[in-house]
Structures are given as C-alpha cells and as structure tokens.
C-alpha cells in the first residue's frame, strides 16, 4: 500500500473548491484535450457547479493537500457514486489511488451496496478501476459508466465434530 509517506482523507470544506477544480484541469487535460473536449474555463465550471462538501473528501500526504474524492448516494437507485478524484501527478503511480479507492470501496462492502464511476474512455484510471473489481455498465464516445458490486465473505462455517 502507498508507504512513501503518511496520507489521510479529512473532510471538504467549501474553500477547497478552486484548488480542486485547479487539480481537475490539470489532471484531466491530457485525456480531454484527445478526446476533442478540453476548455479551460469549463473544465474548472464544472467542478465549481458540481461541489459539496458534504461528501467530498481532501487527501493529504504529510499533511499537504495531494487530492480529493466525493463518494454520494448514487442518484439512480441504490449504492454510492463516485467523483471528483483526482490525484496530484508528483503523487500518481505510488499506489496512493489504490490505497484511497480500496479505502472507499471498504465503506461500500460494509453497507453491502454497489460503488458506479465514470473514467473518460482511453483514461489510465481506467486500469486502477478494473483492478479493483469494477466493470463495464454502459459506455459512449465520451464516458464510461463502471460499477463494482459489493465484496461480500461468506460466513464461516462452524469446524465438523464441533
């Protein structure tokens, strides 16, 4: 797991808003700009448009601002929605995303229900998701729509003669 140096997820708060849509512009331009679909101000409107607090959360590494996640209800049934994580690049490819993922994913299976996101097709994110048990719902030029099923143990069985 992501060992290079402490992280945690802290609450949002409404002033992390434009160092989030910051980060969304810079870590999403590279995927918009091939798929045909990068503007400058869009891109951070989005976010702004888009923010709760509520259910966002701000990864720290060290105490140092490296990212966010919101996890909300899903709005099209049950389960939970995830958006908005983004991850500073000198911190991607250090198994921080899992770390924080496997983390949410834990919420989830708790509650036993389904966890959706949307990855824009062609996106490298889209490996870390398939790796943790998320799969194809739906898809278009654009988006796709992954869902992972809750991981649920199956309870264990009393020792025979016992």
């Given amino acids: ?18 160092p989030i849509a910051e980060l969304r512009a810079v870590v999403m331009r590279d995927d918009l700009v091939r798929l045909g679909r990068y503007d400058e101000h869009r891109v951070r409107q989005r976010l702004r ?3 709760t607090s509520e259910h966002t959360s701000v990864v720290e590494t060290g105490g140092v601002f490296a990212g966010c996640v ?7 049934g049950p ?4 958006e908005h994580f983004y991850l500073a690049p000198a911190t991607q490819g250090r ?5 924080v993922l ?20 062609g996106s490298a994110a889209r490996r870390l998701y398939e790796r943790e048990g998320f799969v194809v719902e739906s898809e ?7 869902v992972r099923e809750p ?3 199956a309870p264990r069985r009393p020792a025979a003669g016992r």
């Fill in 1 to 18: 797991m992501y060992t290079e140096t402490t992280w945690s997820l802290r609450p949002g708060r409404p002033q992390d808003v434009e």
């Fill in 49 to 51: 448009d888009g923010f």
């Fill in 70 to 76: 919101t996890l909300r209800p899903y709005d099209h």
């Fill in 79 to 82: 389960g939970l929605y995830i």
């Fill in 95 to 99: 198994g921080l995303g899992t770390a």
């Fill in 102 to 121: 496997r983390t949410l994913l834990a919420r989830a299976d708790e509650e036993s229900v389904p966890v959706r996101l949307i990855v824009l097709q």
């Fill in 140 to 146: 278009d030029p654009v988006d796709v729509l992954m």
């Fill in 151 to 153: 991981f649920v143990t």
